[in-house]
C-alpha cells in the first residue's frame, strides 16, 4: 500500500514538473514573439527614415550648384593660348607688311613663278608667331578635358560628403552601397547604365571620344561662322568635319584669317594689327561663347551639364531606391 502511495506522489511529482517547464517557455515565447517565425518569415530589409531623401537631395542640389559654377572660370587651356597670340599681334603684324613679304609678293606675280609664296609666308608667320593649327587644338581639347575632370570631381566630393552623413544611420546598416569599398562602383555601374538613357553624344564613358567630339563640334562651327560654309561646309556637313580631325578644322580657321589679311593690306601697321586683334577676338569668342547660331564651349557644356545632372540623380536613386527608380 505504501509503494502505491510512493508512485503516485512520484507521478504527480514529475507531471508538476512538466507543466512548470511548459509555463516557462511558454512565457519565453509569448515575450519573444518573433521566435515562432524566424524559420518562416525572412528579416524584411529596414525602412529608408523619412529624412533620408532630404540628406540625398541636399548632396544631389550641392553637386549641381557646384557644376553651375564652373561656368565662371572660364577656359583657362584657351585664354593662354589667345593671350599670348594678342600679345604677338604687332610683331606678326609688322612682319608681314615687312619687305621679304613684300618681295615674296612680287615674285607671285613675275611670269612663270609659283603664285603662292606671298599666301604660305604669311601662314608660316602666322603659326610661328600666333599659334599653329595643333596648339589650337591641343588648348580646346584641354578646356573640354578640365571640365570633364572638374565635374567628376565634384561627383566623387558628393559621394565621399553623403557617406559620411548617412554611414551613421542604424536604419541603413543593412544596405550593400554603404560599403565603403562598393559604394563608389555601384555608383559609377548604376551611372553608367543611367548614361544609356541619354544621347550617344554626351553620355559617352569613353572620356577622349567625348573631348574629340565637343572640341570637334565646337571648332566645325567657328570655321561656319568665320565663313568656311559658303566654299566648304554646310551646316548639315559640320558634325561630319568634327569627327574628321579636330586639328583639321582649325587650320581651316587659320586659313580663313590670313586670308582676311588681304583686306587691310594697305593699312598701316597700327589698323591692321587692330584688325588681326579683332578677328581673334572673334574666334576666342566663337570658341568660349559662340554666337545667335552657334553654342560655343558654354552652350555645349550648359547641355551636357542638364543631362550629367539627370544621370547622376538617376544614378543616386538607383543606388538606395531601385524599385522606384525603374518607374
Not at 62 to 70: D, H, I, R, S
Not at 185 to 214: C, G, K, P, Y
Not at 268 to 290: F, M, N, R, T
Amino acid at each position: 500500500m505504501s509503494e502505491e502511495k510512493n508512485t503516485t506522489g512520484a507521478r504527480s511529482f514529475w507531471i508538476a514538473g512538466g507543466l512548470c517547464a511548459l509555463l516557462v517557455v511558454f512565457a519565453f515565447c509569448w515575450t519573444n514573439p518573433q521566435l515562432w517565425f524566424s524559420r518562416e518569415k525572412q528579416p524584411s530589409v529596414p525602412s529608408v527614415p523619412e529624412d533620408f531623401r532630404d540628406i540625398l537631395e541636399k548632396h544631389l542640389r550641392g553637386a549641381e550648384e557646384k557644376t553651375q559654377l564652373l561656368a565662371q572660370q572660364g577656359y583657362p587651356a584657351i585664354e593662354t593660348i589667345f593671350s599670348k597670340a594678342f600679345d604677338n599681334v604687332p610683331k606678326y603684324a609688322q612682319t608681314i607688311l615687312g619687305w621679304s613679304s613684300k618681295w615674296k609678293l612680287v615674285l607671285d606675280n613675275l611670269p612663270g613663278n609659283d603664285k603662292d609664296r606671298h599666301q604660305k609666308y604669311l601662314k608660316e608667320q602666322f603659326e610661328r608667331q600666333i599659334f599653329t593649327s595643333g596648339e589650337l587644338e591641343s588648348a580646346v581639347k584641354q578646356a573640354v578635358r578640365e571640365r570633364i575632370v572638374q565635374v567628376r570631381d565634384i561627383e566623387n566630393q558628393m559621394l565621399v560628403a553623403l557617406r559620411a552623413d548617412i554611414e551613421g544611420l542604424p536604419e541603413l546598416a543593412l544596405f550593400d552601397a554603404l560599403r565603403a569599398e562598393a559604394f563608389e562602383t555601384r555608383f559609377e555601374h548604376v551611372r553608367a547604365q543611367a548614361s544609356e538613357l541619354v544621347s550617344e553624344d554626351l553620355s559617352s564613358n569613353i572620356e577622349s571620344q567625348l573631348v574629340s567630339l565637343v572640341a570637334g563640334e565646337v571648332m566645325a562651327q567657328v570655321a561656319i561662322r568665320m565663313g568656311v560654309s559658303a566654299g566648304i561646309l554646310s551646316t548639315g556637313a559640320s558634325s561630319g568635319w568634327a569627327t574628321f580631325g579636330v586639328g583639321l578644322v582649325a587650320g581651316v580657321v587659320i586659313d580663313q584669317l590670313v586670308t582676311r589679311i588681304w583686306d587691310w593690306w594697305s593699312e598701316p601697321q597700327e589698323e591692321l594689327s587692330y584688325q588681326l586683334a579683332k578677328q581673334l577676338s572673334v574666334v576666342h569668342d566663337l570658341i568660349c561663347q559662340g554666337d545667335e547660331k552657334s553654342e560655343g564651349l558654354d552652350g555645349r557644356f550648359r547641355n551636357w551639364t542638364a543631362q550629367r545632372n539627370g544621370i547622376r540623380r538617376q544614378a543616386i536613386l538607383n543606388v538606395f531606391f531601385p524599385n522606384e527608380a525603374k518607374h
